[in-house]
C-alpha cells in the first residue's frame, strides 16, 4: 500500500535524526525551517462509533494518530506517534500528505466511555511537530432492549441488551386467559415490589390466579432503564387468534388436576329413600365447574348378592355451576357408592378433575331399607281339596335366619310333615328391597352352603318303609318352578308367602301320585321368642328322611 510506502520511508528518514529527535534544532538541515502541525477535529459521536479528521499542514510529509481509551492517558511523544511505537493504544495509523491533507478516522467505541486522540506529522527531513490531543466523550443514549424471556409458572424474567434497574415512572400489568371458557380477563396491574432487577435480568411475579392459566405481561415505556437513566420501550403483549400463538411476553401454566375431595357429598339422611327413580347422591365442589360431557364420566359402584357392578349414571350440573346430582341408575339392595373419572369436569382455568373412586369394602352408603325381622313365624296357609295331608290347613312353623346381607334363609317343618323346622329343603332367598319381598329361586342350602341344584322337583324325601314313594317339592306355576315368595311390611316382618306343595311320586319311574299338601294364599306371622313352641308333631310324616339326587326335571303331577 502506498501509505506503508511513504510510512517506511518516515521511517528512514526519522531513523537518521533519531539522535537528535528531542531537539530538532540540532539538525542543521532543519534549522530555521517551520515546523509540520496537524489539528485534530472532533466529527459524529454514537453508542458504537466516534469519528475525527485530522488536517496536517503543507509542511508535513507524512502524519499520524494514536487512540487511547480513557482520559488520564500520557501524550507520548510525536517521534514514537510517527513511527508506531506506542503500547497500550486503542488504534493507530498513518498518512502520506501526498495522498490527501485531510482524514476522517473511525473509532468503534462503547456507550458512557472516554477515549483521548494524539496526532503528529514529520517532515521529509524528519522535523517533527508538536502532539496534538482530542479528547472524546461517548455518551450512552442507547435505549435497552429485551433479548429473550423464560416463563415459570406465575414468574417470568426478561433478559435485556444491557445491565438495567427499575424506572421511576412505569408500571406492568398481566391479562390472564381462562382457557376452561376461552375468556382473557381485564388487566390487572402488578405491584411494584413483584419487579425486580438483577444485573440486565427483570423478574416479574405475577399474582396466581389458579393453575392452568394463561398470562399476558405488558408494561409502559420506562418500566426499566439503564444506569444512565436510558428507558426502555413500552412492551406490549397479546394473544394471535388467527396465529394461535402469543405476540410478545405470554405464555401457559401447568394444568394441575383437581380433586373430588369425601367432604364435598352432601351427608345422606338417616331415613334416604334410596326406591325411586328420582333418587340421587349429591356432591358440590367449593368453586365453579363445568361438565366436560365425557362417555361414562359418572358410575354408581354396586356390592350386591351378585357381586360387584358398575353401572353408568346420568347426573347434571346445577345452575350454581358447583353442584352435582348423580342419578342412581337402578335401587340399590346393598352397600354402593358413587365414582368419577378423570376429566369429567373442569375449571375456568382448563384444569381437570382427578378420578375418584371408592374402594369395592369401603363403600359408604347402604340400601337395606328394611330390617327385616328373623325369628319364628307361623305360616298358616288355606290347602285344595285334593290333598292327602289329613291335618290339611293346620299352621306350621317357620324360621328365617339372615344368610348375608341380601339373603335370608327359611327353615319350615314343611306342612307339619318332619317334626323340625330344619326340614328340607332349607330355602334360600334374594331380598328385593324395591317390592318388599324374598324371592326364593329354588336355591337350598344343604350344610350350610348354598346347593348347585334347584329345589324345585327335587325328591327329598322317602314317603314309606320300602322307598317306593318319595316327596318331592315344588314352587309357584305351571311347571312348579316359579320363584316362591314371602312378602315383608315396612316394619320388617313377613306377612305372606307364595303358592309351594309338596307332591308324592313314584320312585322307580317318577309319576306323580298325589298331592301331598299345599300353600295357597299362604299368611305369615312372627312368634316373639317367649311364645314360640316346639313345633307340631304329625305321626303321618314320612318314614325315611333321605334327600334324593335326581330333579323331576319339568315335571311335576
Not at 391479562?175 to 411494584?192: C, D, S, T
Request: aromatic fraction near 12%; charge should be negative; hydrophobic fraction near 40%.
Amino acid at each position: 500500500m502506498k501509505t506503508i510506502k511513504y510510512f517506511a520511508m518516515l521511517l528512514a528518514a526519522v531513523s537518521l535524526f533519531s539522535g537528535c529527535s528531542d531537539d530538532d534544532d540540532l539538525s542543521t538541515q532543519n534549522k530555521n525551517k517551520t515546523k509540520p502541525s496537524v489539528t485534530v477535529t472532533q466529527g459524529t459521536v454514537t453508542d458504537t462509533q466516534f469519528t475525527f479528521t485530522l488536517t496536517a499542514s503543507e509542511e508535513a510529509a507524512q502524519y499520524a494518530y494514536v487512540v487511547f481509551e480513557g482520559k488520564d492517558n500520557a501524550a507520548p511523544t510525536a517521534h514514537d506517534i510517527v513511527i508506531d511505537e506506542v503500547s497500550g493504544k486503542l488504534q493507530s495509523d498513518a498518512f502520506n500528505l501526498a495522498d490527501a491533507a485531510t482524514q476522517t478516522i473511525n473509532v468503534a467505541c462503547d456507550p458512557d466511555a472516554d477515549y483521548q486522540v494524539f496526532a503528529a506529522a514529520i517532515t521529509a527531513t524528519g522535523l517533527l511537530s508538536e502532539v496534538s490531543e482530542l479528547k472524546v466523550y461517548v455518551p450512552d443514549t442507547g435505549i435497552p432492549t429485551p433479548v429473550s424471556f423464560n416463563p415459570s409458572g406465575n414468574t417470568v424474567t426478561v433478559t435485556y441488551s444491557e445491565d438495567i434497574v427499575v424506572g421511576s415512572t412505569g408500571k406492568a400489568t398481566v391479562r390472564y386467559i381462562q382457557w376452561g371458557l376461552g375468556n382473557i380477563l381485564a388487566a390487572v396491574e402488578i405491584p411494584a415490589e413483584n419487579i425486580s432487577t438483577d444485573g440486565n435480568v427483570a423478574t416479574i411475579v405475577c399474582p396466581k390466579p389458579g393453575n392452568g392459566a394463561g398470562y399476558i405481561v405488558s408494561y409502559t415505556a420506562g418500566m426499566f432503564e439503564d444506569a444512565s437513566g436510558n428507558k426502555c420501550l413500552a412492551m406490549n403483549s397479546g394473544w394471535d387468534n388467527n396465529a394461535g400463538k402469543y405476540v410478545n411476553i405470554g405464555w401457559d401454566d401447568d394444568t394441575v388436576d383437581f380433586a373430588i375431595e369425601d367432604n364435598y357429598f352432601v351427608p345422606q339422611p338417616d331415613d334416604a329413600d334410596y326406591n325411586t327413580p328420582t333418587t340421587t347422591i349429591d356432591f358440590a365442589f367449593p368453586f365453579d365447574v363445568y361438565d366436560a360431557e365425557a362417555k361414562n364420566a359418572v358410575q354408581v359402584i354396586f356390592n350386591e348378592a351378585e357381586g360387584i357392578s358398575y353401572l353408568n349414571a346420568a347426573y347434571t350440573l346445577e345452575a350454581d355451576k358447583r353442584t352435582v346430582k348423580v342419578t342412581l341408575p337402578k335401587v340399590p339392595t346393598a352397600t354402593f357408592d358413587v365414582q368419577v373419572a378423570k376429566g369429567a369436569f373442569y375449571d375456568v382455568w382448563g384444569n381437570e378433575s382427578a378420578p375418584f373412586t371408592v374402594a369395592t369394602d369401603q363403600l359408604r352408603y347402604s340400601n337395606f331399607q328394611v330390617a327385616i325381622k328373623e325369628g319364628d313365624y307361623t305360616i298358616s296357609y288355606t290347602a285344595g281339596t285334593n290333598v292327602v295331608n289329613t291335618a290339611s290347613g293346620t299352621p306350621f312353623s317357620a324360621r328365617l335366619v339372615k344368610y348375608d346381607n341380601t339373603h335370608y334363609a327359611l327353615y319350615a317343618d314343611w306342612f307339619n310333615a318332619f317334626g323340625s323346622i330344619n326340614a328340607l329343603p332349607t330355602l334360600l332367598g334374594e331380598v328385593d328391597y324395591a317390592n318388599n319381598q324374598i324371592v326364593f329361586d329354588g336355591t337350598f342350602l344343604l350344610n350350610g352352603n348354598p346347593y348347585s341344584k334347584p329345589a324345585f322337583g327335587m325328591g327329598f324325601y322317602d314317603f314309606d318303609q320300602e322307598g317306593t314313594m318319595m316327596l318331592v317339592f315344588w314352587g309357584g306355576g305351571n311347571s312348579g318352578t316359579d320363584p316362591v315368595t314371602a312378602q315383608f311390611d315396612e316394619d320388617g316382618y313377613l306377612t305372606a308367602i307364595s303358592y309351594f306343595d309338596y307332591t308324592i311320586h313314584n320312585a322307580a319311574d317318577g309319576k306323580g301320585l298325589a298331592v301331598y299338601d299345599a300353600c295357597a294364599d299362604g299368611t305369615m306371622t312372627y312368634v316373639p321368642a317367649q311364645e314360640a313352641g316346639a313345633p307340631a308333631q304329625n305321626i303321618e310324616a314320612a318314614q325315611n328322611y333321605q334327600m334324593l339326587s335326581t330333579p323331576l326335571a319339568g315335571f311335576k303331577k
